[in-house]
T-cell receptor, first 113, second 109 residues
Framework: NAGVTQTPKFRVLKTGQSMTLLCAQD?????MYWYRQDPGMGLRLIHY???????AKGEVPDGYNVSRLKKQNFLLGLESAAPSQTSVYFC????????????FGPGTRLLVL | GIQVEQSPPDLILQEGANSTLRCNFS?????LQWFHQNPWGQLINLFY???GTKQNGRLSATTVATERYSLLYISSSQTTDSGVYFC???????????FGRGTSLIVHP
């Protein structure tokens, strides 16, 4: 049971480049989330999904797109990276319904030059 | 949206000391979680505690939902307790956690 995994672990981009971050979970969780963490800001929700084929915007969605074609995968895309998107990105998942624990991946560190 | 405030923002302890971390939230919640982010960045769930008290070894947590706060107690702290502690709440009717900004804890040997 690998839990929640994220690919890649670290990436450097130039301004304007695009990339996709992959999150995978093997716990059959319905809900999946993408957060970004910046110094002193805690975790802020970018996008989330409550099931295969559905996505919704979180607190800071601008500049990002997501897709959930398979239940176990949640992809985060940056179409045209900007230095403001330099951050650590965390994926999380949990079962549907109340009273459920959220499990996090190890994070992806992204530097946009 | 719901506001989540954690205090203190920073805490420095000597090994063996006890500490209390606080999480205040501005509205009713149907879930509350405490997380520990270790110095390598990994986020580990410590407690799911929308109300009442739970204990796990040297750590315990209490949530008083009617007064909109939760407390995390760390007893006999160890250097491995260092890191950032986050509180996350699901507002009533939502399953989208909102995180506080965390308490940064350093435990010196």
């Amino acid at each position: 049971n690998a839990g929640v995994t994220q690919t890649p672990k670290f990436r450097v981009l130039k301004t304007g480049q695009s990339m996709t971050l992959l999150c995978a979970q093997d716990m059959n969780h319905e809900y999946m989330y993408w957060y970004r963490q910046d110094p002193g800001m805690g975790l802020r929700l970018i996008h989330y999904s409550v099931g295969e084929g559905t996505t919704a915007k979180g607190e800071v969605p601008d500049g990002y797109n997501v897709s959930r074609l398979k239940k176990q995968n949640f992809l985060l895309g940056l179409e045209s990276a900007a230095p403001s998107q330099t951050s650590v990105y965390f994926c999380a998942s949990r079962l549907a319904g109340a009273a459920k624990t959220q499990y996090f991946g190890p994070g992806t560190r992204l530097l946009v030059l | 949206g719901i506001q989540v405030e954690q205090s203190p923002p920073d805490l420095i302890l000597q090994e063996g000391a006890n500490s209390t971390l606080r999480c205040n939230f501005s509205d009713s919640v149907n879930n509350l979680q405490w997380f520990h982010q270790n110095p390598w960045g990994q986020l580990i769930n410590l407690f799911y505690i929308p109300s009442g008290t739970k204990q796990n070894g040297r750590l315990s947590a209490t949530t008083v939902a009617t007064e909109r706060y939760s407390l995390l107690y760390i007893s006999s702290s160890q250097t491995t307790d260092s890191g950032v502690y986050f509180c996350a709440v699901d507002p009533g009717g939502s399953y989208i956690p909102t995180f506080g900004r965390g308490t940064s804890l350093i435990v010196h040997p």
